[in-house]
């Protein structure tokens, strides 16, 4: 069976704000889409929302995973159930080593129904496999030791980020921009890791402003956002024709998801 | 209590202790000050800044009888932790202040260790304790320490002679009784280029008894010795909790003094570091994790009176419901203490709406070549790091309790005792819960 990711008719608000204004969205297991789209169109917004932030309220429509009401659940089930975000700010939880936490997170994660409590996955198991992993991706394992995201730099918080997901194995990843902030070889290499754990494997939604991840992970399909809405959706060559030219043409084209995502930038920086 | 006579914290009760515990003149001298003082001090008031925060109205002495000076038994079940798995050179257990075992081993005593209790080393080694008795704890300080040293019960004396080298661990713990009272006095003493580790831990039986606690802990080292004292207090959480601990270190010495601060209903503690001899180096390390209606207050001071010396000082501090902790510290530097290196730190993790904390930190410097930095946080559990931990398959209550045990862990990583850390840890594990 293959495993499907399908969202219907979100809409999603932030306070009494709406953000999402009816999102249709099917991604099939071993499919590589790519989300584009200008600055606070929302991308970001449908991540937090498949993941279920509680900031973030559905006031309409529908996400399920192969069926099931993905909205009914609560972020950890998420989880559970096999969907990842690659936050784009992760957070640091100071004290705690990113080997526990991964660890716990595994455990969790490959094993749905454990209550609180239960035993871990073993250590040497856990160890060896988060080893093979790291060297893998080419990182020092040292890392492991440090807290997660604790002083992290913007390159070592997305690395960590695809570690993660390379030990969780999720059915449905969404990459929240995973390339930002990097220099150019670390570009490559998160590109190259991405390619390696998850093109193919899991379905993947890539938000990104930049070609390279995409080189790597050529897409299926490019959906461009404005304004709350997927205005566009066409195949690898839509992404690339967005980096060469920018979001001119589409801002034209649809003038009124364009207003909308103005108001939403106007109100964004007000906040 | 189980015996047949309770006695109040009165003349008749004082003179009946002292029939009993049969010390040196020089001793009864002490505490027949003390006694005098007390008889004549009125409680703090609650306008005194140490009294400020802290509301002992409440607070009444009759309630409580005088320790069990008069001999008190063994419990089946030891409540402390700290000894699991630790292989001990020596420990001493009291009940309601009345020594119900010790003991020391045989290679420790040929080396000539003394440790035991107070009084009875008193007796014996009177050059040992008078001339260091008193030294570091002030009988004057208030009304509490007055009445502690009148009425002081089951102490326990450790002595390391120069240069000798104690590897493992002692232990002293203190077990008070639902409603009993404690007087325990703690002196160590650590003669030149000696080195040693004590345990000291306070328990009640049960998390929710009463009793009163009104104690002192008095650490001496001289030059080049070196100390780890960790002091874990789990009293219930009924009970009062009075305490000055000072330690007074002398050149080139290194302690390292870890405070675990989970139980009582009310404390209030002086912890003091005097640093008196060049080079001397302290670090003091808190954990306080409060929950119900507790209230911790601890005042601290890093007393800087010779030159060159390092003093580092971090507590972190949870509060859960609608307990509340109050921190005071003070770095002093005296005219002396050039070069003096200084850094304290609170940090406070405030787990629910009601609860509270005060931090106060604070710099008194008279030296003017000195580098002295001071820092306090509080915040609370970030619900953005509550979902990202989510987002990874930790349940709320998985990542709340992750998070707060992140919170401490800067303790628990300079804490070198395996048996501490894991106590520590199942003392923090126990008092986490869930928060909406």
């Not at chain 1, 897409?219 to 809405?229: A, E, I, K, S, W």
């Not at chain 2, 020391?104 to 003394?114: I, N, T, Y």
Request: hydrophobic share 40%; glycine share 8%; charged share 25%.
């Amino acid at each position: 069976m293959t495993h499907v990711l399908k969202i219907e008719d979100l809409h999603v608000s932030v306070g009494d704000k709406p953000i999402l204004r009816g999102v249709n969205l099917t991604i099939n297991h071993g499919e590589t889409h790519a989300l584009m789209g200008p600055n606070g169109s929302g991308k970001s917004t449908l991540g937090l929302a498949i993941m279920g932030h509680p900031g973030y309220e559905v006031t309409g429509g529908s996400i399920t995973l192969d069926g099931a009401d993905v909205l009914d659940m609560e972020p950890d089930e998420r989880a559970r159930a096999g969907i990842f975000m690659a936050f784009q700010r992760p957070m640091a939880i100071p004290g705690v080593k990113m080997a526990d936490f991964l660890r716990h997170a595994t455990t969790n994660v490959r094993r749905p129904d454990r209550k609180e409590g239960e035993e871990l996955i073993p250590m040497r198991e856990f160890r060896k496999e988060l080893k093979d992993k790291m060297e893998h991706l080419r990182m020092d394992v040292e890392f492991a030791r440090r807290y997660v995201n604790d002083g992290f730099s913007g390159g070592e918080m997305k690395r960590a980020e695809i570690l993660q997901l390379a030990m969780l194995q999720p059915k449905f990843a969404v990459l929240d921009e995973t390339d930002s902030g990097l220099d150019a070889d670390a570009v490559r290499l998160a590109s190259e890791s991405i390619a390696d754990i998850g093109h193919q494997k899991m379905g993947l939604l890539i938000i990104t402003h930049h070609d390279k991840l995409l080189e790597h992970n050529p897409p299926q399909f490019t959906h461009v956002m404005l304004g709350g809405r997927l205005v566009e959706t066409g195949g690898k060559e839509l992404a690339e024709e967005l980096h060469r030219h920018g979001y001119d043409r589409i801002r034209k084209a649809y003038p009124e998801a364009e207003a909308r995502n103005q108001e939403m930038l106007a109100e964004e920086a007000i906040v | 209590m189980s015996s047949s006579t309770v006695h109040a914290f009165d003349e008749a009760g004082f003179e009946a202790l002292l029939d009993h515990v049969a010390e040196p003149d020089w001793l009864v001298a002490l505490r027949r000050e003390a006694f005098e003082h007390a008889s004549k001090m009125d409680w703090p008031h609650r306008r005194h800044e140490e009294w400020i925060r802290t509301d002992i109205r409440t607070f009444q002495l009759n309630k409580y009888g005088l320790p069990n000076f008069a001999g008190a038994e063994a419990l089946p079940n030891s409540p402390h932790q700290l000894v699991e798995g630790v292989e001990l050179g020596g420990r001493i257990e009291t009940v309601d202040s009345g020594v119900v075992t010790h003991s020391l081993s045989q290679e420790l005593a040929d080396k000539g260790v003394v440790f035991g209790p107070l009084s009875e080393i008193a007796n014996s080694h009177p050059d040992l304790v008078r001339p260091h008795l008193f030294t570091a704890f002030d009988p004057d300080h208030d009304k509490f320490a007055a009445l502690h040293a009148a009425f002081m019960s089951g102490g326990q004396f450790l002595y390391v002679p120069r240069g000798v080298t104690i590897t493992q661990p002692l232990h002293i713990g203190s077990i008070m009784t639902d409603g009993g009272t404690d007087t325990t006095h703690t002196l160590v003493v650590v003669e030149e280029g000696a080195e040693a580790t004590v345990l000291h831990e306070s328990n009640s039986l049960d998390p929710n008894a009463g009793g009163l606690h009104l104690g002192s802990i008095e650490l001496i080292q001289k030059p080049g010795s070196h100390l780890r004292f960790v002091s874990l207090q789990e009293w219930g959480h009924k009970a009062y909790h009075f305490a000055q601990q000072k330690a007074v270190i002398d050149r080139d010495c290194t302690l390292q003094w870890t405070i675990a601060a989970m139980g009582s209903m009310l404390s209030k503690v002086n912890q003091t570091v005097d640093l008196v001899g060049p080079g001397a180096d302290s670090q003091v390390n808190g954990v306080m994790f409060t929950e119900g209606r507790q209230h911790l207050a601890y005042h601290t001071q890093q007393h800087h009176r010779a030159p060159s010396c390092h003093s580092d000082f971090l507590y972190k501090s949870a509060q859960q419901d609608k307990s509340r902790t109050v921190w005071r510290g003070m770095i002093k530097v005296d005219p002396i203490a050039q070069k003096t290196d200084g850094y304290q730190r609170n940090d406070n993790l405030v787990l629910s709406p009601a609860a509270r904390a005060d931090s106060i930190p604070g710099l008194e410097i008279e030296a003017d070549d000195v580098r002295c930095t001071h820092g306090s946080t509080t915040s609370k559990v970030d619900e953005e790091q509550i979902f990202y931990a989510r987002c990874r398959g930790f349940t709320q209550k998985e990542a709340t309790r992750m998070i707060v045990t992140g919170f401490f862990q800067q303790i628990f990583d300079r804490i070198t005792i395996e048996s501490v850390r894991e106590a520590l840890g199942a003392a923090i594990a126990r008092q986490v819960r869930e928060y909406e």
